[in-house]
Structures are given as C-alpha cells and as structure tokens.
C-alpha cells in the first residue's frame, strides 16, 4: 500500500468516527504510520488531502459505474450500476458517509470539488436513462436529469442507511427496493 493509499485509508477510519473538521494532520499520520510531512509532501495541506480522498474515491465509484454500462439491455445495465454502487458503498462505508455529509452540507469546504465529482457521477446515470430512453422503456413524462439526480440520491442514502442500521439485510433486497423505485421511471 502507498503512503497517499495510507493517508486516505486513515482519513477514512477517523472521519467515520468523528467527522472531518476536529482531525489534525497530526492524527491522520499517526493512524496511517507516516510521518507528519507525508501528508504535507503529498498533498500540501490537510484540505489537499481531503480533496483528494474525494477525487479518488469518486473516480473508483465511477469506473465501477462505467464498467457495467454496456450490457446490451438498458434496463439489465441500470440495475447492474444500482448494484455496483451498492457493492462500493458496503466496501467503503466511510468514504460514501463522508461523500453524504459534505455533499449535502451547503456551504461545505470541498463544495466545488463535490459538485464537479457529483456531475461525473450523474452524467453516467443520465447517459444509462438516456438508453433506456431510447429504448422506448422510459415514460415520456420523466425529466432524465432529475431522474439521475435523484436516483443518484436515492441510492446513497438507501445505501447507507442499509450499512447503518440493517447490515445484516442482503444486498440482493436492497437493490430490489431501490429498483422498485426506479421501475417507477419505466413503461
């Protein structure tokens, strides 16, 4: 594992216990077993870390998006992303919390960062729904960007509240629930 893989995964861990902005560089290195100046060689500042921790885990999220795709029916392919987001969100509990917590906050730290990475994110939702469009299985009546969009929200905030307080619940059910949901989109 890198030192920059060290620093992120520490980050990780205390922000899921304790947030981000009571963290010092001090702790973040000594939980990563780095030197202080590891942080400061590799991203400059605590915030530079931050931001990169969100460039990088939304980038994962989004090649697993992508690399579903392309199955050959829309619908099949939507799922399949519901499902890769459920699967990265279960993996990385603490990114996708942190993810949550500053993309909604409105006048975040890392808000411009966050809204060029939850662009990324929904532009390969809305090309999914785009296909499904012109497959003739989408109602005529749904506005695609608000559909992305708030597919995008419904899956991080079932997602989570799935890690939080129903764990043990199979993944199989909760991506049936949110598909229900999406269904609802469908003719």
Avoid: C
Wanted: avoid cysteine; hydrophobic fraction near 50%; proline fraction near 3%.
């Amino acid at each position: 594992m890198t030192s920059k893989q060290k620093l992120f995964e520490a980050t990780l861990r205390l922000a899921g216990s304790r947030g981000l902005v009571g963290i010092t560089v001090d702790e973040i290195a000594a939980e990563a077993g780095v030197a202080k100046g590891t942080v400061y060689y590799n991203f400059g500042s605590k915030d530079g870390l931050i931001d990169a921790l969100l460039r990088y885990g939304v980038g994962q999220l989004a090649d697993r998006l992508r690399a579903v795709a392309g199955e050959p029916d829309p619908v099949a392919a939507l799922e399949s992303m519901v499902d890769a987001g459920l699967a990265f969100i279960a993996e990385y509990r603490g990114f996708s919390q942190l993810l949550v917590s500053e993309m909604w906050r409105t006048a975040g730290q890392w808000r411009e960062t966050l809204t060029l990475l939850r662009e990324e994110i929904i532009s390969i939702v809305r090309e999914q729904l785009r296909l499904v469009a012109d497959a003739g299985r989408l109602r005529d009546d749904i506005e695609i960007p608000a559909a992305a969009a708030g597919l995008f929200g419904t899956l991080l905030v079932i997602a989570l509240d799935w890690q939080v307080f129903n764990p043990d619940r199979p993944r199989a059910e909760v991506l049936d629930s949110i598909m229900h949901l999406a269904r609802g989109l469908a003719r």
